[in-house]
């Protein structure tokens, strides 16, 4: 089980610094809307730290369009809501040597990308989107050993922890997710990969552990589904991590609430 908590603490309290800002084309009236300026969790997701956003916006917007979805974009990228913050931002600004804070995003209520993003109409979307990640990543872990033995109330806990950001509550349960399967290690590990600049998501079979016993490190795990990328860097939650670490020592400790691993290759 993850027993390093300082390290969970730092990576809970994880935050970026963002400015809103409505599209010129959508704004109705004389009046510029001010940019609107948010600190937001990187383990989050859009729609659950957006609702001040909204708010601000939508008055400047044609009112035959302010019920309609509100979306975001950066540089033309429309973001994937469904995908945590912190992803969203080391895979769009890392070409760019990392972008200066604040993130400047793009706020759309108009011409919503269909063929981009997927629909968000409420709530209980994220929350299905998210509990579907968990039980998938224990599936890979336990063989559906744990998440499925677990009660609706702790169910509960895991998303209100995450929704109110609350870290005692979320790992109250999670911790029971970050247990070994059957010894010292998962039975897969959990892994979403990315290249920086492309939303596109790859996932192959990762065991934490090769043939002869040994952990398998982030370094191996790169040379088999990179092959032809030559020394390629890896960053999660805006590190760079190290090619010599262990990729079950990063599930236990790096995952993101999902408990995926979120990989961006540059």
Not at 141 to 153: D, I, Y
Not at 216 to 244: A, Q, R, W
């Amino acid at each position: 089980m993850a027993n390093d908590t300082e390290i969970l603490h730092y990576l809970w309290n994880g935050k970026l610094a963002v400015c809103f800002q409505l599209d010129e084309q959508e704004i109705h009236g004389i009046q510029n809307p001010e940019p609107f300026y948010l600190m937001v969790p990187r383990m989050s997701y859009f729609p659950l730290v957006c609702d001040k956003v909204k708010k601000h916006f939508v008055k400047h917007v044609d009112p035959e369009k302010q019920e309609m979805e509100m979306w975001l974009e950066f540089k033309n990228i429309p973001l994937k809501w469904n995908n945590p913050i912190g992803v969203l931002y080391d895979l769009f600004t890392r070409d760019d040597k990392q972008v200066d804070l604040p993130w400047k995003i793009t706020v759309h209520f108009d011409n919503f990308p269909e063929d981009q993003l997927l629909r968000c109409s409420c709530r209980e979307s994220i929350e299905s989107n998210f509990m579907s990640s968990m039980k998938e990543a224990d599936m890979l872990k336990h063989r559906s050993q744990v998440f499925s033995t677990m009660q609706r109330h702790q169910h509960n806990q895991l998303w209100t922890g995450l929704l109110n950001d609350k870290f005692d509550q979320f790992w109250s349960e999670n911790k029971k997710l970050m247990e070994p399967f059957e010894g010292s290690y998962f039975k897969h590990i959990p892994v979403h990969f990315y290249r920086s600049g492309s939303s596109v998501m790859t996932q192959t079979l990762v065991k934490p552990v090769s043939d002869d016993g040994n952990h398998i490190t982030l370094g191996e795990l790169m040379k088999l589904n990179y092959p032809s990328v030559d020394n390629p860097k890896v960053f999660t939650h805006g590190i760079c991590i190290p090619h010599e670490t262990p990729v079950q020592w990063m599930s236990e400790h790096m995952s993101y609430l999902d408990n995926f691993l979120h990989l961006v290759v540059i």
